[in-house]
């Protein structure tokens, strides 16, 4: 039972244009949302995290907004980049646990030059 | 300094045979822990070894999978009688110990069970 719904499972953006990934999850007691990047044979990366004390952080190109309230967070890239083609998944865990990632079933981005 | 390695990179096997997978943390990290990635899914916790502490087994999907952790370092998954719904990437991750410290990731290791 996935804990963390992401959508969509994949996407076409042109270079130059945003792309919007989004997740929704149900536990409450989720205070640590990261989202990583993966690329094809690589282990995912840390790209961005946030915690719900705030409603949106940015890094560059790539902004993690949140919604507690709505129990949404999402993940925009500006500007998109061929170099962006990657899988992203969102990820939640109780921080207090220290541990245990639940993760979303990722989305595909390719950006077409 | 050196990332998470795994190894093998690629292991095919056949069904009903044993696998082991290695993953060799960070060095330092406390915290190792182990995913499955399968086709189409996101990553699917396993286990979690923290110091000396008992692991965190709660997400091994069946007594076929087994992990240990030798001195606090380099971690061996077991697969005992491999199954084709076993096939799968395995992620390896090692971090700090700490509320929000980052889980580093290995490159993981393609098991396919013909």
């Known amino acids: 039972q996935q804990q963390v719904k992401q959508s969509p499972q994949s996407l076409i953006v042109q270079k130059g244009g945003i792309s919007i990934i989004n997740c929704a999850y149900e536990?409450?007691?989720?205070?640590?949302f990261p989202w990583y990047q993966q690329f094809p044979g690589k282990g995912p990366a840390l790209l961005i995290a946030?915690?719900?004390?705030?409603s949106e952080k940015k890094e560059g190109r790539f902004t993690i907004s949140f919604n507690k309230s709505a129990k949404q967070f999402s993940l925009h890239i500006m500007d998109s980049q061929p170099g962006d083609s990657a899988t992203y998944f969102c990820?939640?865990?109780?921080?207090?646990?220290?541990?245990?990632?639940?993760f979303g079933a990722g989305t595909t981005v390719t950006v077409r030059a | 300094g050196a990332g998470v390695s795994q190894s093998p990179s690629n292991k095919v096997t056949e069904k009903g045979k044993d696998v082991e997978l290695r993953c060799d943390p960070i060095s330092g990290h406390t915290a190792l822990y182990w995913y499955r990635q399968s086709l189409g899914q996101g990553l699917e916790f396993l286990i979690y070894?923290?110091?000396?502490?008992?692991?965190?087994k709660s997400g091994l999907p069946s007594d076929r999978f087994s992990a240990e952790r030798t001195g606090g370092s380099v971690s061996t998954l077991t697969i005992q009688r491999t199954q084709q719904e076993d096939s799968a990437v395995y992620l390896c991750?090692?971090?700090?110990?700490?509320?929000?410290?980052?889980?580093?990731f290995g490159p993981g290791t393609r098991l396919t069970v013909l």
């Open positions: 990820a939640a865990r109780i921080a207090a646990y220290d541990y245990k990632l639940s």
């Open positions: 536990n409450t007691a989720f205070d640590y």
């Open positions: 991750a090692s971090s700090w110990t700490g509320s929000y410290n980052e889980q580093f």
């Open positions: 070894f923290q110091g000396n502490s008992a692991p965190d």
């Open positions: 946030i915690r719900p004390d705030v």
